[in-house]
Every structure is written in C-alpha cells, then in structure tokens.
C-alpha cells in the first residue's frame, strides 16, 4: 500500500530554517512527481510546486521562489522541504503528495498525501 | 493564471443531495480536467473525484462529478448525505500555460 509519512510538527523562530521530511513506501519512488502543498490557517490548499523525483529538478510556484527548497535522498525514498529565513506568515500545514499517475509530467490529479506537517513560527 | 471560484458552504440535512459549484474565471473549463479532494477536520486531503468525472477506487458512489461548458464550471454531487460527509471540498485543475496547478478556494459542507 502506498504511503506518505511526513515528519513532526515543528515549533521555529523568526528567522530560523526548518526541513520538513515525506517518507514514501509501497512504490517506485522515482517514476512519480511528488509536489508540495501548503495550508495556512484558515486558509484553502496552495500549490507550493513539484520535484521530479527521477533527476531532483524542481519547479516553485510563484509565491514560492527564495526561501523554499525542494530536495530528495532517493536512497531512503524521502523527499524535503527545507523553508529558510522563517516568518510568521509560513506557519502553515504542509503536504507533501504524490502524482497521481506514473510518469514525471506531473499534470495529473494528487494522490496520495502526507498527513501533514505544522509548522509554526513564533517568537 | 485562472481562479476556480467555490461557494464558501454548502448545507444540507441527512439523506439530501449537495452540489458544489467551481467555476474557472478564464479560459475553457474543458481545457484542462478538473479533479476533487475531501478535507475532513484534522485529516489529510483525499481524492474523491478525478479527470472531472472519474471516481477513485473506495470512494463511494454517493460522489459524483461534472462539467458544464456553458457555464464554464466543473460540480461535485454529493447524494444521500450523512455526517462523514461534513468536510472541506476543494477543486483543482492545471495551468497549461503557466505550467502551474490551481486550487479552488474550498467549500465546506455542513450536514444539519
């Protein structure tokens, strides 16, 4: 069965970095796209953009571009999320989720997720 | 980029029928499929409709979805309701020309 384990809520400062981890298992880990999601309270999902899981190139969404950093360890099917120069505004829930559909065109609808990782930025 | 604009809440009584709205701002609703994710409180999103019409394995028969190019909107039909029902419902559909995905801004549905 196919999943997605992300790793713990995290509890930063302003300014710090955090690197949220997504466990995948129960398939190949490098014929399907795994994109990033965001949500912030109260607010709806938010594409944060895609890695391509087969050569470690990523694509940001507009919004998205500086501060965040995709990654993957291939060897132990995890892909990252690093967030850097922490604000306020980044505390959010973030999925990571995967393509639908093998293939790393990363058009098709989004499954499965992660459970989510809280992030929290407070001084 | 396009928005895909969703009513804030939908509600309905047990055993009633829902139809959630998403109505894509530019462009045709045919370009591009639009495909459905369930939030229900303190869980992950989950797939419930996909390819506009397309019903992932396990997810009930109760979902269903559709296009109307006249109106330039995709709906998702959620019959005899219960109270597992009551989630956030989210469209979302490709960006072929910003090469980008977009999401509607989300329903929730509340199960009187």
Redesign the interface.
Same mark, same amino acid.
């Given at each position: 069965q196919v999943h997605l384990v992300q790793s713990g809520s995290e509890l930063k400062e302003p300014g710090a970095s955090v690197k949220v981890s997504c466990k995948a298992s129960g398939y190949t880990f490098t014929i399907f796209a795994m994109?990033w999601v965001r949500q912030a309270p109260g607010q709806?999902?938010?594409?944060m953009g895609w890695v391509n899981t087969n050569t470690g190139d990523a694509?940001y969404?507009?919004g998205f571009k500086g501060r965040y950093v995709f990654s993957l360890d291939t060897s132990v099917t995890t892909a990252y999320l690093q967030i850097n120069g922490l604000k306020a505004e980044d505390t959010a829930i973030y999925?990571c989720?995967r393509d639908?559909v093998r293939g790393l065109a990363a058009?098709?609808?989004?499954?499965?997720? #992660?459970? #989510?990782t809280l992030v929290t930025v407070s001084s | 980029n396009f928005l895909l604009t969703q009513p804030h809440s939908v509600s309905a009584s047990p055993g009633k029928t829902v139809t959630i709205s998403c109505t894509r701002s530019s462009g045709s609703i045919d370009n591009n499929?639009v495909?459905w994710?369930q939030?229900r409180p303190g869980?992950?999103?989950?797939?419930v409709i996909?390819?506009d019409v397309k019903r992932?394995s396990g997810v009930s028969a109760r979902f269903s979805g559709s296009i109307d190019s006249s109106s330039n909107s995709a709906s998702l039909t959620i019959s005899g309701l219960t109270t597992e029902d009551e989630a956030d419902y989210?469209c979302?559909s490709?960006d072929?020309v910003n090469?980008?995905?977009?999401?509607? #801004?989300?329903t929730k549905v509340t199960v009187l």
């Open positions: 994109h709806g999902l938010e594409w694509t969404a507009q999925y989720v639908g058009v098709n609808w989004f499954d499965p997720w #992660g459970q #989510g | 499929y495909h994710y939030r869980s992950a999103p989950t797939n996909n390819d992932p989210y979302q490709y072929s090469l980008s995905w977009v999401f509607g #801004g989300g």
